[in-house]
């Protein structure tokens, strides 16, 4: 089922190009489970081949994470927290994710959003206590967006190079699976010191559950 979904994926972004970059890396910031792995790399490799280009691709990248994530602080600001943690479950947020985000947001209010986009799984989830809490939608919108540029930066430039090495790659995604193993080795690394950083952050968070939302920080309105 997985592969069927990662040529389904690395056909929207074949075919639709930054289109497809921007609906996938939306999803990918919201509650639905698409990796930016398998949406930025691929993007890079045709950016490579000429088929669009390097800056286009961590643009749209950047856009659709801000999209993703803005919805979501949307639609959690509207319902409200007791809504998010009674039907979250059944949107790949788990009341315990959803409270270990409040409390990562919570102690690190506006540099959490920040790192917390370079962070696996929190990454989408961040959106949600920040609408719970009504972080002010400018500095959400404008950490947000670093963040995920950032990010999609790394992912471009590794896609690109490998690529450029490698240009029949998105024909087979076995192959280009193959060749991410055997090539990847700084991104390997990063993955690994971001790992780190996830289970240092679960460790802290672990130490304190919330018992009722945090308090509100200043609106925007």
Same mark, same amino acid.
């Given at each position: 089922m997985?592969?069927?979904?990662?040529?389904?994926?690395?056909?929207?972004v074949?075919?639709?190009?930054?289109?497809?970059?921007?609906?996938?890396?939306?999803?990918?910031?919201?509650i639905f *489970?698409v990796?930016?792995?398998?949406?930025i790399?691929?993007?890079?490799?045709?950016?490579a081949?000429?088929?669009?280009?390097f800056?286009?691709?961590v643009?749209?990248?950047?856009f659709?994470s #801000?999209?993703g994530?803005?919805?979501t602080?949307?639609?959690?600001?509207?319902?409200?927290? *007791?809504?998010?943690m009674? #039907?979250?479950k059944y949107?790949?947020m788990?009341?315990?994710?959803?409270?270990?985000?409040?409390?990562?947001l919570q102690?690190?209010e506006?540099?959490?959003?920040?790192?917390?986009?370079?962070?696996?799984?929190?990454?989408?989830?961040?959106?949600?206590?920040?609408?719970?809490?009504?972080?002010?939608?400018?500095?959400?919108?404008?950490?947000?967006?670093?963040?995920?540029f950032? #990010?999609?930066?790394?992912?471009?430039?590794?896609g690109?190079?490998v690529g450029?090495?490698?240009?029949?790659?998105l024909d087979?995604?076995?192959?280009?699976?193959?060749?991410?193993?055997?090539?990847?080795?700084?991104?390997?690394?990063?993955?690994?010191?971001?790992?780190?950083?996830?289970?240092?952050?679960?460790?802290?968070?672990?130490?304190?559950?919330?018992?009722e939302?945090?308090?509100?920080?200043?609106?925007?309105?």
């Open positions: 997985l592969h069927d979904l990662i040529v389904t994926w690395m056909s929207w074949k075919e639709w190009e930054y289109l497809g970059v921007i609906i996938l890396m939306a999803m990918e910031s919201s *489970p990796p930016s792995e398998v949406v790399p691929p993007a890079a490799i045709l950016a081949q000429g088929q669009m280009s800056w286009g691709v643009i749209s990248g950047t659709g #801000w999209l994530s803005a919805i602080y949307l639609v959690a600001r509207a319902v409200g927290r *007791p809504m998010v009674k #039907w979250g949107f790949f788990p009341p315990k994710k959803v409270e270990k985000a409040e409390v990562f102690r690190y506006v540099s959490g959003v920040f790192f917390a986009r370079l962070l696996p799984v929190i990454r989408h989830l961040i959106s949600i206590p920040a609408g719970i809490v009504k972080m002010n939608f400018t500095i959400f919108s404008i950490i947000t967006t670093i963040g995920a950032i #990010w999609c930066w790394v992912l471009a430039w590794y690109h190079r450029q090495q490698h240009p029949d790659l087979s995604p076995e192959k280009l699976i193959e060749t991410v193993k055997g090539e990847s080795l700084p991104l390997i690394v990063a993955v690994g010191i971001l790992a780190v950083l996830y289970i240092l952050m679960l460790k802290l968070t672990d130490k304190k559950s919330p018992k939302a945090p308090a509100t920080t200043t609106d925007d309105e």
